[in-house]
């Protein structure tokens, strides 16, 4: 049962360009959201994260983007780096439990 | 370095051979979590740890699977007579205090291959 899913096994952006990552959920009970980036034999690396009072996180390049009624978050890259290419992970939790579920991750390339 | 460790990082076994895996969490975090990623997977949750209390445990953790947090510092796993299907990357994350909404840290993880 996944409950958090990405949809998109794979991106190509170009340098410069803005890189659109997207994520689903299915569980109303999740108020916190993550995104992880993670490059071959390493873990997953923590790059922004959103609570479900927010509706927009910014850090840097990088804005998370949470539509509750929607059951959606995107990640949004500008401007896209080579660096940037690397598999991105969605994660979501309920306040009152511990677990993190994880999409199945996106890959995105950055072509210079 | 104060970031999460594991060790080791790479490890080759033979099906049916016990495997031990460490995880040293970042000192300050209380809880800690197991998971395991296969190819073209997310992590997939194994166990969570408070303390040195084991308060949640997957479906997927198996009787061959145990984990421990003896002192409520750093954590084992160990996986008893090995299969095939074992073989994935195991990953620790740790996390702050109970009750806080705080971000979970993972560290390089262990790659296990059964053979």
């Known amino acids: 049962d996944q409950q958090v899913k990405q949809n998109s096994p794979s991106l190509s952006v170009q340098e410069g360009r803005i890189s659109i990552l997207n994520c689903d959920y299915t569980?109303?009970?999740?108020?916190?959201f993550l995104w992880y980036k993670k490059y071959p034999a390493e873990g997953p690396t923590f790059l922004i994260s959103?609570?479900?009072?927010?509706d927009k996180n910014e850090d840097g390049r990088f804005t998370v983007f949470l539509n509750k009624s929607a059951k959606h978050l995107s990640l949004h890259i500008v401007p896209s780096q080579p660096g940037d290419s690397a598999v991105y992970f969605c994660a979501a939790s309920a306040l009152d439990r511990n677990q993190f579920y994880f999409g199945t991750g996106t890959s995105l390339t950055v072509i210079p | 370095d104060t970031g999460v460790s594991q060790d080791p990082r790479h490890k080759i076994t033979k099906r049916g051979q016990n495997v031990t895996f460490r995880c040293d969490p970042i000192?300050?975090?209380?809880?800690l979590y197991w998971y395991r990623q296969t190819l073209g997977q997310g992590p997939e949750f194994l166990t969570y740890?408070?303390?040195?209390?084991?308060?949640?445990k997957s479906r997927l953790l198996s009787d061959r699977f145990s984990a421990e947090r003896p002192k409520g510092s750093f954590s084992t796993l160990e996986i008893q007579r090995t299969e095939q299907g074992d073989s994935a990357m195991y990953l620790c994350?740790?996390?702050?205090?109970?009750?806080?909404?705080?971000?979970?840290?993972f560290g390089p993880g262990t790659r296990l291959l059964v053979l």
């Open positions: 569980n109303s009970m999740f108020d916190y």
């Open positions: 959103i609570s479900s009072i927010k």
């Open positions: 000192s300050e975090h209380n809880r």
């Open positions: 994350a740790s996390r702050g205090l109970a009750g806080t909404q705080e971000t979970q840290y």
């Open positions: 740890f408070q303390n040195e209390a084991q308060l949640e």
